[in-house]
């Protein structure tokens, strides 16, 4: 009797064990299940993930406007085209690409200014192999374009303006659960892409720059002496009308 006893006590214990872990499998598979969908919601509460900033590839361009009776360039577009040689060794992807006019009646305006173009651009380090022209029809007016670019990184982001959901009362979880509207955060996320001078800063730092040398002089020369290596500031509480905490 005892045996039999034993026995149904025995397989009451595995069936309450199978239970328990069946129930422990279900809790799991609902968590991954919960997981899963939180990943997928169609509506980010974020505004990084509704308004991500991407870099794209984009292009840099310089107009130079040249009349007919010219020959040569003004003061203020040699300083232009010194600024874009400039920019573009320190921002550029690709080598520059000049729209140059060809034909008309700026034809030999226009010629004496690309020499002076490929002159500036030379002294400022620009290597003439990867400039290049592509000459097209030029207008007929008595005023020609010269336009230079180069192919740069860019940040976006947007575009802004987008009402998917309604603002006012609804019926959908949008509008129970209080989310933030889509547009909210575009501009901001836009006018940061716009600001930011390095695109790349988004993705990756920067490597570190050389230390001031002079400053790290008088801060060691501070160390051998034995004196206090922080600098004397002298003056900043003149200003006060109060002695108190002294």
């Known amino acids: 009797m005892t045996a039999v006893k034993t026995t149904i006590a025995g397989r009451r ?3 309450a064990l199978r239970l328990l872990t069946a129930g ?12 899963t969908l939180a990943q997928n919601d169609p509506y980010p509460r974020n505004y990084e993930q509704r308004h991500p900033i991407t870099l794209q590839e984009g292009v840099y361009s310089v107009d130079v406007f040249i009349g007919r009776n010219r020959g040569g360039l003004a003061p203020s ?4 085209v010194l600024a874009f040689a400039r920019t573009w060794q320190r921002e ?5 690409a000049i729209d140059v006019p060809s034909g ?8 004496a200014s690309m ?5 500036i651009l030379a002294a ?4 003439r192999n990867v400039v290049y022209a592509r000459r097209q029809p030029a207008r007929p007016s008595s005023l020609a374009i010269i336009k230079l670019n180069y192919t740069r990184l860019t940040a976006k982001a947007g575009p802004c ?3 998917p959901k309604d603002l006012g009362p609804a019926a959908g979880a949008d509008y129970i659960e209080n989310r933030p509207y889509w547009n909210l955060g575009c501009a901001t996320q836009r006018n940061l892409a716009a600001m930011v001078a390095n695109p790349a800063d988004l993705v990756q730092p920067r490597a570190e720059d050389s230390p001031y040398e002079a400053r790290r002089s008088v801060v060691v020369d501070k160390y051998r002496k034995g004196d206090f290596p922080s600098g004397t500031y002298t003056g900043y509480d003149q200003g006060k009308i109060s002695d108190l905490g002294k």
Do not use: K
């Not at 577009?77 to 232009?80: M, P, V």
């Not at 550029?92 to 520059?96: F, L, P």
């Not at 008309?104 to 010629?111: D, E, I, K, Q």
């Open 24 to 35: 422990s499998l279900a809790a799991m598979l609902a968590g991954c299940y919960h997981t």
């Open 124 to 127: 400022a380090g620009v290597p």
């Open 104 to 111: 008309g009646p700026t034809g030999r305006a226009v010629a």
């Open 115 to 119: 020499r002076e173009i490929y002159s």
């Open 161 to 163: 303006g987008l009402w």
């Open 13 to 15: 214990g595995w069936a």
């Open 77 to 80: 577009q040699r300083a232009d």
């Open 92 to 96: 550029s992807m690709s080598g520059i």
